[in-house]
Structure formats: structure tokens, C-alpha cells
């Protein structure tokens, strides 16, 4: 597979539309979830070209005592699945009180963040649909895990898991927990998500609510099961 750099989310999304659009995955009906903040600007575009409703799945990373930005794990909104890396977790002695307080305190901004996205709107309906679970990049895949592992307990008929771009070895790790997998470009020199986008700028929250609140406006005369 050809190593791509994108321009932006957006391009991304429309590329990976594009391949998600010959999967024929239209059998069924269709629910778009984008991991936020970054996932949802690429899942708005497949959404889009899907003509599919568009909703979150929060994942919040476990991190490492002392070094906030290594994980050793993660957390998905839902029935709270905490995913652990027992290996990593050992070789860096994280004791228990440790781990039981970050669990504790993703679980707070899980929950602070789903009133931000979703509102008062429920939860969409995921038995018998097709679930296109997006992020913009996979580097480890354990929060990419943990939501499918989330997602897998609300039945959706097919879990697909798809992303512009992903660590060879994660889309190993990840291919047991989905039915089927879309990915753009799988480097095997990964490095890091942004390595791939000339343009990798942050996502605001504002701008992510705003294309979850465009989308819901699509189907707000839809009935509460199709939403």
C-alpha cells in the first residue's frame, strides 16, 4: 500500500469516502461516528458523501504517571471499557491506586465532553446498522480499541473501522475487534498521526459541535430510531 501525506482533515475524509463509498456497505442502515476532536472533520465528509448521520464515540487515553503524553491505555464512553496495556503498565510499575484514579478521571472528562457534543440528543441507535467508526490517524490503536470494544456491545450489525492512515502494527492489533477495516496508508515507520498532514492543525471543540449540530439538522425529521 502507498504511503500518502494529505493535505488536511479534509482532504483525508474526502479520500477516504471515496474508498469507503466501493465498499458497497449501503446494505444496511448507516451511522457515521468520528472520534473527536479531529475524527469528526474527517467523518463529516464521509457522512456527507454517505448521506449518513453523523455522532461521537469519546475515547479518552490513559496516561503514564509523569508522562502525560504515553498510553497505557484507554477509556470509552458507554459501558466504560477501560482498555489496559498490562505490559506497559508493568514494565513502568503503575500501581493500582494510580491506574483506578486516571480510570476515574478520563471517565469525568468522558462525561463532560459527551454534554458538550451531544447535548440532550440521545445516544444514536447502532443494532442492525452499519457502525463507520473514524479518526484521523491510528498511532498505538488502544483508543481506537477501546471504541470499537465500546461500540460492539450496542450490536451494530457491521463494525467497520476506518482512518486515513494507521501503524502497520495497530491495524494487526485492531483487525480482530472490527468486521472490516478501511485504511488509506498503513507506513510501517509510523512516527506520529501529524507526520501525514501537511496541514494538522487543533480542533476546536466549537468547530466540532458545529458539524455534529449541521449534520443533525439533516435528519432532524427523522424518527428517534433512524437518528
Request: charged share 30%.
Amino acid at each position: 500500500m502507498k504511503t500518502i501525506v494529505f493535505e488536511n482533515r479534509r482532504d483525508a475524509g474526502r479520500q477516504l469516502a471515496e474508498a469507503i463509498t466501493k465498499c458497497d456497505y449501503r446494505k444496511q442502515p448507516l451511522v457515521v461516528l468520528g472520534i473527536p476532536r479531529g475524527g469528526v472533520v474527517v467523518a463529516d465528509e464521509v457522512a456527507e458523501t454517505l448521506s449518513a448521520p453523523l455522532d461521537v464515540v469519546i475515547v479518552r487515553k490513559l496516561r503514564a504517571p509523569y508522562q502525560p503524553e504515553l498510553g497505557i491505555g484507554a477509556v470509552v464512553d458507554g459501558d466504560n471499557i477501560s482498555i489496559i496495556n498490562e505490559e506497559l503498565v508493568r514494565a513502568l510499575g503503575v500501581s493500582s491506586d494510580y491506574l483506578d484514579g486516571e480510570i476515574a478521571c478520563q471517565r469525568e472528562e468522558i462525561e463532560r465532553r459527551l454534554r458538550i457534543y451531544r447535548g440532550d440528543q440521545p445516544a444514536p441507535e447502532l443494532a442492525g446498522k452499519t457502525a463507520i467508526v473514524i479518526d484521523d490517524g491510528i498511532a498505538t490503536g488502544y483508543t481506537f480499541r477501546a471504541a470499537l470494544e465500546g461500540l460492539r456491545r450496542r450490536n451494530p450489525a457491521r463494525l467497520v473501522a476506518a482512518a486515513p492512515v494507521a501503524a502497520r502494527d495497530s491495524v494487526d492489533m485492531l483487525s480482530p475487534f472490527a468486521d472490516e477495516t478501511v485504511f488509506l496508508s498503513t507506513p510501517v515507520s509510523f512516527f506520529s498521526v501529524g507526520t501525514w498532514y501537511r496541514d494538522f492543525d487543533q480542533v476546536s471543540d466549537e468547530e466540532a459541535v458545529a458539524i455534529l449540530r449541521r449534520n443533525r439538522s439533516r435528519f432532524k425529521t427523522r424518527t428517534p430510531g433512524n437518528d
